[in-house]
């Protein structure tokens, strides 16, 4: 039975090209957008995240604390769930960062002796917004003279900016591919619509001899629902793949450009992974489109006897 | 068992068929013969379910046609096989897949699909066509396979509506004898034809309808059935 319905939802595509090529020309290119805006929204994550869980704390330890102190206040550290990857630096290591920040000029370097530089924890924050709670709590300590923040960033507002610049950027990149896509989405419903309504139209005399002879209504509909799926399904495989195509492409220029921060998963393994669930959900929302699409327009034709 | 009960349909303010009566028996062959827009084709549409009566009942095997839900009507369809005028084959079908599509219709397994098609066309004569599309195929062809397909369901009955009314009289008279012998092998058969010379030739039931109304007159009778008030 499915296989009569099938052949004839591909007699129904061969028989109007132009229609076929309309509708997955607008399909696929709902789904090449889908599926870059999604994987554009997956890398700012990433993006975000990397940064917001990137800020190092320094405590800059009192001279002269023993190291029971150090210990004890490393273990409390470690103990606190907001706190990570903590970490102590001695005078010395203190010392070799230094040098190693000012090699391109070695006389700094050698002008200094470890006993200026304060022992210190490193640490990061699980997440930005415990940031500040977990600074006025270290300075309450006894044996820190004083907390640094993110350093390399250029302190505690410079992260905050490039964060909150982020999270806008994501939350465009979010608002702006939804609403693009949502459009895409609509216009590959209506164009589904149009066609199935045509198609509907152009087999009135076919379906009406099918109901002359015992046809049910889903026996009837059965071909056209079909030839929608086929669209849907060739729509979402074709803009998934080049989109995919596009970004393998893209990938090692991206990578280096992006250096340590993994806006894409790591290896190909990953990235088919990531590529792997975006499809998955675009065949479904593809089968709702090409379902709902053309019930639609087959509830729109009036029951006849 | 086919009974029309004082039925009566109008279109708007045209009254198409006005009181009408009669019974068809099982295994009965019986012509509805008239003028053209006289009602036969009326008759036929009630006892398909296409329309319902304004007044009265139409009762197929004991089911009212006319209270059938229309979800009830794709299988009460399916017991009949019908041959219309104007052949209503599908155009982009081959002659087999014209006959296939009927038999996927009451959702016979495959499997079976190939015997009944061949033994259909061989019954109509179109076991060479079976490839062929209905472009291809001549007006009597085409006729032929309207019945083929409305046979291959093995239907109790068959509803003709004017099956030679395209015809010539060479092609029409075939057509009767291969109606006549579906009828010998227990199809009860309703007709509706003009053509008198094929009613004056093979002698069964005739009821006449003349606007709309039933005549009390029959002709060519071989059993003699008077239409019910």
């Known amino acids: ?305 | 068992m086919i009974k029309l009960n004082k039925v009566t349909k109008r279109f708007g303010s045209i009254v198409a068929l006005d009181n009408i009566s009669f019974e068809v028996k099982d295994g009965e062959f019986v012509f509805i013969t008239g003028p053209s827009g006289a009602g036969k084709t009326t008759i036929l549409k009630l006892i398909l379910g296409q329309i319902v009566p304004d007044v009265g009942e139409v009762i197929v095997d004991g089911t009212d046609v006319g209270k059938l839900k229309l979800k009830d009507l794709p299988s009460f369809r399916q017991k009949m096989g019908v041959v219309f005028q104007d052949f209503k084959i599908l155009p982009e079908r081959t002659v087999d897949e014209n006959v296939q599509v009927a038999l996927a219709v009451i959702g016979l397994s495959k499997t079976e699909w190939d015997v009944r098609v061949k033994h259909a066309l061989k019954l109509v004569g179109l076991s060479r066509q079976i490839n062929l599309f209905p472009s291809q195929l001549s007006g009597g062809e085409l006729q032929r396979l309207s019945l083929a397909r409305a046979l291959s369901v093995n239907p109790k009955i068959i509803l003709a509506d004017e099956p030679t009314g395209n015809l010539d009289w060479q092609t029409s008279d075939d057509l009767m004898k291969l109606f006549q012998k579906i009828n010998e092998e227990g199809k009860t058969i309703l007709m509706a034809t003009h053509n008198l010379e094929i009613v004056k030739k093979h002698k069964k039931r005739v009821i006449n309808i003349v606007g709309g109304k039933m005549e009390n007159k029959t002709k060519n009778q071989k059993s003699e059935i008077e239409p019910k008030a």
């Open chain 1, 1 to 305: 039975m499915f296989s009569i319905h099938l052949k004839t939802a591909l007699g129904y595509i061969r028989r109007s090209p132009f229609q076929a090529l309309a509708a997955s020309f607008v399909l696929t290119l709902t789904f090449f957008v889908a599926t870059t805006v999604s994987v554009l929204v997956y890398s700012s994550s990433r993006l975000i995240s990397y940064f917001e869980t990137r800020p190092q704390v320094i405590a800059f330890l009192k001279d002269g604390v023993s190291d029971a102190d150090v210990a004890n206040l490393q273990h409390s550290l470690q103990s606190d769930s907001r706190i990570k990857d903590v970490k102590y630096v001695s005078k010395e290591e203190a010392l070799s960062i230094y040098q190693k920040a000012t090699s391109d000029n070695p006389l700094l370097g050698q002008l200094v002796s470890p006993s200026i530089f304060p022992a210190s924890l490193e640490f990061s924050v699980a997440d930005l917004s415990y940031a500040q709670s977990v600074i006025d709590q270290i300075k309450a300590n006894g044996i820190v003279d004083s907390v640094g923040f993110t350093a390399a960033l250029g302190g505690e507002s410079s992260l905050k900016d490039v964060v909150t610049r982020l999270n806008t950027i994501t939350l465009y990149v979010k608002m702006g591919g939804s609403i693009f896509v949502g459009m895409l989405a609509i216009t590959s419903l209506v164009v589904l619509l149009i066609i199935i309504s045509m198609r509907m139209a152009n087999k009135r005399e076919e379906m009406e001899i099918l109901n002359l002879i015992g046809a049910t209504r889903g026996f009837i509909s059965s071909p056209i629902i079909m030839e929608a799926v086929i669209y849907a399904i060739f729509g979402v495989f074709m803009g998934w793949l080049i989109s995919f195509i596009t970004i393998l492409y893209a990938a090692p220029t991206v990578v280096s450009y992006f250096g340590e921060i993994p806006v894409l998963p790591n290896g190909i393994l990953g990235l088919s992974e990531l590529f792997g669930i975006i499809l998955a959900v675009e065949l479904f929302f593809g089968l709702f489109l090409a379902l709902s699409g053309s019930l639609l327009a087959i509830t729109r034709v009036k029951k006849a006897r």
